[in-house]
């Protein structure tokens, strides 16, 4: 597929767990971003990449949240020790190049987590 | 700190009616501004993309227009149908691409 794609599509987990959500870009895309969405809330900057690196951490909600890239791909999304406030569609983008700060971001289908 | 509006939350209105919808942002330092559409249960999709150099941009019934002193943008919506019935978001991008979005219009356009 040409898209990106994100796993799994939806997760449901019990308080006090930790979960792992998957983004996988579109091949080539340096540049890699994680949003939040929630009632509340709307749409919410989580995390930018630029390959492997993370230079704006700016908008995790706390240290529960991290996130890797690796191989200047893949990218996983850590959420420790849920909190039902945690609940949301996680959205994973990509663009060809974000330091131009210029080009489209294409969105994945999200993760719906669900924390009980 | 960048505040994106969006005005109004909901629309009604009956097919082939041309309809606008508005965007506001707070900040004028911005390097582009996009607008995507969403549809229930599913993700993003990209409609137009205006870099802050930019007045406007088209793409066939769609028509985006960015007034980035004054902070507004609209999206222009030409002869709607049935199958526009989504919810459009606009966005604002700071150098690193971070997109700051607005809380979104959902669109009904009524057979």
């Known amino acids: 597929g040409a898209g990106v794609s994100q796993s799994p599509s939806n997760k449901v987990t019990e308080k006090g767990k930790d979960v792992e959500l998957r983004c996988d870009p579109i091949s080539g895309h340096t540049a890699l971003y994680w949003y939040r969405q929630s009632l509340g809330q709307g749409l919410e900057f989580l995390i930018y990449?630029?390959?492997?690196?993370?230079?704006?951490k700016s908008g995790l909600p706390s240290d529960r949240f991290s996130a890797e890239r690796t191989g200047g791909s893949v990218s996983t999304l850590t959420i420790q020790r849920t909190q039902q406030e945690d609940s949301a569609v996680y959205l994973c983008a990509s663009s060809l190049d974000g330091g131009r700060g210029g080009d489209t971001q294409y969105f994945g289908p999200g993760t719906r987590l669900t924390v009980l | 700190k960048q505040e994106v509006t969006q005005i109004p939350a909901a629309l009604s209105v009956p097919e082939g009616e041309n309809l606008v919808l508005n965007c506001s942002f707070t900040?004028?330092?911005?390097?582009?501004l996009q607008w995507f559409r969403q549809d229930p249960g599913k993700g993003l999709t990209s409609l137009l993309l205006?870099?802050?150099?930019?007045r406007e941009q088209t793409s066939g019934r769609l028509n985006a227009s960015l007034d980035k002193s004054s902070g507004r943008s609209t999206l222009y919506i030409a002869a709607s149908q049935p199958g526009d019935s989504a919810t459009y978001l606009c966005?604002?991008?700071?150098?690193?691409?971070?997109?700051?979005f607005g809380q979104g219009t959902t669109l009904q356009v009524k057979p």
């Open positions: 966005a604002v991008s700071s150098n690193t691409g971070k997109l700051i």
């Open positions: 205006i870099q802050s150099s930019q």
């Open positions: 990449f630029q390959g492997n690196s993370a230079p704006d």
């Open positions: 900040d004028s330092a911005i390097y582009n």
